[in-house]
């Protein structure tokens, strides 16, 4: 691969393949919004379960419903990241930017079926990772994002759960994984380098990886549930193309392909404890602490077909993450108000695995608090509906990209700034128990 002129430092202009959710919905590259249930107590004991969508973080939930459940979720994200630069950026002259962050909308399915009075079977179909966002190209962080990027990932989690007592459950299941990438990045122009405004590379390709997930729940008392859940990490394998329209002589600038890479991002594994205390027939508490192992992404090496590294000018290509673990909290409660509603309300505290030695502008995280209210309205013995609403204040995040900050993306334009941003997030999900729907219809396998 080749790219003419003398300028290009690799490890970040390259700044990001695999992210979700940047600028406020999650910590790190991971949103939680898979589920409507748990968003309605900041996901205060979701492992310990509550609803099906509780499978996405412990399978052994799925003992807790009989018969065959179906839940759908869609929530829609509305994030806001504003940056701003301070004195020491290199390009002072050009402005900051308005908000970057684009809405969004996440799916997220459950299934269960109940085989015998032990024995469940279940699959979820989630989107786990992703990212919308839209930078301008004339602002003064343009060398390290520019223009757009979209992140697509696709997750089924076929997965089997056994119940060997009224106190204990154990699951366990596959993880799939399908990424799709898209992101763009400026060229330096004059001062800094040669290429006129509108110059930018682009990076697209796509993958699989593979995973898995387990978990157990315990019962000690009828009134206290206890749950533990592991998600693995994933390595998430991307082959594709980098393309560019510098050198060519007119808009639109036309792109043109420099080459093919591939690389591997290695997301992390979740481990979460959730506890669900009934004190009352109307009220329950409940808790969670969420450990991410983010430290284990480290840097992603992109290398040639043949397995040579790739490189640009004799530089190689890596993405230098270097990010820490993050942790989650949660505490929230909920009242039975009658027969058909119940409310639910929690607030969370995550600490980000994104420091400030290493932050860039495509991923401004940092430390967060989450408030959240929820509502399940029954309409029918078989049917009801969940509706939860967050919103997310997230910790001004200062950006120090220069030859003296140690940070790991910087590329030799310096960049000083600050990243501002919060979201809202407003969620619906449907819940169907199909035996009931159709009580006297043939089950198959079903022997009770």
Same mark, same amino acid.
């Given at each position: 691969?080749?790219?003419?002129?003398?300028?290009?430092?690799?490890?970040?202009?390259?700044?990001?393949?695999?992210?979700?959710?940047?600028?406020?919905?999650?910590?790190?590259?991971?949103?939680?919004?898979?589920?409507?249930?748990?968003?309605?107590?900041s996901?205060?004991?979701?492992?310990?379960?509550?609803?099906?969508?509780?499978?996405?973080?412990?399978?052994?939930?799925? #003992?807790?419903?009989?018969?065959?459940?179906?839940?759908?979720?869609?929530?829609?994200?509305?994030?806001?990241?504003?940056?701003?630069?301070?004195?020491?950026t290199?390009?002072?002259?050009?402005?900051?930017?308005?908000?970057?962050?684009?809405?969004?909308?996440?799916l997220?399915?459950?299934t269960?079926?109940?085989?015998?009075?032990?024995?469940?079977l279940?699959i979820?179909?989630?989107?786990?990772f992703?990212l919308?966002?839209?930078?301008?190209?004339a602002?003064?962080?343009?060398?390290?994002?520019?223009?757009?990027?979209?992140?697509?990932?696709?997750?089924?989690?076929?997965?089997?759960a056994?119940?060997?007592?009224?106190?204990?459950?154990?699951?366990?299941g596959v993880?799939?994984?399908y990424?799709?990438?898209?992101?763009?990045?400026?060229?330096?122009?004059?001062?800094?380098?040669?290429?006129?405004l509108?110059?930018e590379i682009?990076?697209?390709?796509?993958?699989?990886s593979y995973?898995?997930?387990?978990?157990?729940?315990?019962?000690?008392?009828?009134i206290?549930?206890?749950?533990?859940?592991w998600?693995?990490?994933?390595?998430?394998k991307?082959?594709?193309?980098?393309?560019?329209?510098?050198?060519?002589?007119?808009?639109?600038?036309p792109?043109?392909?420099?080459?093919s890479?591939?690389?591997?991002?290695?997301?992390?594994?979740?481990?979460?404890?959730?506890?669900?205390?009934?004190?009352?027939?109307?009220?329950?508490?409940?808790?969670?602490?969420?450990?991410?192992?983010?430290?284990?992404?480290? #840097?992603?090496n992109f290398?040639?077909?043949?397995?040579a590294?790739?490189?640009?000018?004799?530089?190689?290509?890596?993405?230098?993450?270097?990010?820490?673990?993050?942790?989650?909290?949660?505490?929230?409660?909920?009242?039975?108000?009658?027969?058909?509603?119940t409310?639910?309300?929690?607030?969370?505290?995550?600490?980000?695995?994104? #420091?400030?030695?290493?932050?860039?502008?495509?991923?401004?995280?940092?430390?967060?608090v989450?408030?959240?209210?929820?509502?399940?309205?029954?309409?029918?013995?078989?049917?009801?509906?969940?509706?939860a609403?967050?919103?997310?204040?997230?910790?001004?995040?200062?950006i120090?990209?220069?030859?003296t900050?140690?940070?790991?993306?910087?590329?030799g334009?310096?960049?000083?700034?600050?990243?501002?941003?919060?979201?809202?997030?407003?969620?619906?999900?449907?819940v169907?128990?199909?035996?009931?729907?159709?009580?006297t219809?043939?089950?198959?396998?079903l022997?009770?």
């Amino acid at each position: 691969m080749s790219l003419r002129g003398g300028f290009f430092r690799t490890g970040s202009a390259f700044g990001l393949l695999i992210i979700a959710s940047a600028q406020a919905n999650a910590g790190g590259f991971a949103p939680r919004e898979q589920s409507t249930y748990g968003q309605g107590t900041s996901f205060a004991g979701v492992a310990a379960g509550g609803a099906l969508s509780s499978m996405f973080w412990n399978p052994a939930t799925m #003992t807790q419903l009989p018969g065959i459940v179906s839940e759908t979720n869609l929530a829609g994200v509305f994030p806001f990241a504003k940056h701003s630069p301070v004195a020491g950026t290199y390009v002072p002259a050009l402005p900051g930017t308005p908000n970057v962050g684009d809405a969004a909308a996440l799916l997220a399915g459950y299934t269960s079926y109940q085989l015998n009075p032990n024995l469940w079977l279940g699959i979820s179909l989630n989107a786990p990772f992703g990212l919308s966002e839209g930078f301008p190209d004339a602002w003064a962080g343009r060398n390290y994002a520019a223009g757009g990027a979209l992140i697509q990932t696709y997750n089924a989690v076929p997965s089997l759960a056994y119940r060997f007592n009224d106190w204990i459950s154990v699951g366990a299941g596959v993880q799939i994984q399908y990424a799709k990438a898209h992101f763009e990045r400026g060229l330096p122009t004059p001062p800094a380098g040669p290429f006129p405004l509108g110059s930018e590379i682009t990076v697209e390709g796509n993958g699989w990886s593979y995973g898995a997930t387990a978990g157990v729940t315990l019962t000690p008392t009828p009134i206290t549930v206890i749950g533990l859940g592991w998600r693995s990490g994933l390595n998430q394998k991307i082959e594709g193309d980098v393309v560019s329209n510098a050198g060519l002589p007119t808009p639109p600038f036309p792109p043109s392909t420099l080459g093919s890479l591939n690389t591997t991002a290695k997301l992390p594994d979740i481990v979460s404890l959730g506890i669900r205390q009934r004190l009352d027939p109307q009220w329950t508490l409940m808790g969670t602490v969420e450990w991410s192992n983010w430290s284990r992404i480290g #840097t992603a090496n992109f290398v040639q077909p043949n397995g040579a590294p790739a490189t640009v000018l004799g530089n190689p290509l890596a993405v230098h993450f270097e990010y820490r673990d993050g942790w989650f909290f949660s505490g929230g409660a909920e009242y039975i108000w009658s027969d058909r509603l119940t409310v639910r309300g929690g607030v969370g505290y995550e600490i980000s695995p994104v #420091t400030d030695q290493v932050r860039e502008p495509n991923v401004p995280d940092n430390n967060r608090v989450w408030a959240s209210i929820g509502a399940s309205w029954k309409a029918s013995k078989f049917m009801h509906f969940d509706l939860a609403y967050t919103h997310i204040f997230v910790k001004e995040a200062p950006i120090n990209l220069s030859a003296t900050s140690g940070n790991p993306t910087f590329s030799g334009i310096t960049y000083i700034g600050n990243a501002n941003g919060h979201a809202d997030v407003l969620s619906l999900a449907l819940v169907v128990r199909f035996d009931e729907l159709e009580p006297t219809a043939r089950r198959p396998f079903l022997k009770y």
